[in-house]
């Protein structure tokens, strides 16, 4: 996985469930989702984290460096978009 797509896994698992519903609109919003795009999202099976996952999450929310974000602009300008 590439590091923007692992900062954006990390940033929806500290959102709340409510934020993350209004990230996944925005998706929906921007990318056209098709029934065969449509079926591999409902087909990605869904389980409950594991100690290790808690413990990671734990950490994550521990952590003050986990809870620092840059400006849309200087995450455009990082990746040279």
Sequence with gaps: MTA???????????MSDQE???????IQNRYIITPKTQDAWDSVEEIEPD????????????????HEFVSSKDAMDELGL
Excluded: H, T, Y
Excluded at 4 to 14: C, H, Q, W
Excluded at 51 to 66: G, K, Q, S
């Design 20 to 26: 993350a519903a209004v990230f996944w609109k925005l």
């Design 4 to 14: 923007i797509k692992e900062r954006i896994v990390g940033a929806v698992s500290l």
């Design 51 to 66: 100690e290790f996952d808690l413990a990671m999450l734990r950490e994550i929310e521990n952590d003050p460096d986990c």
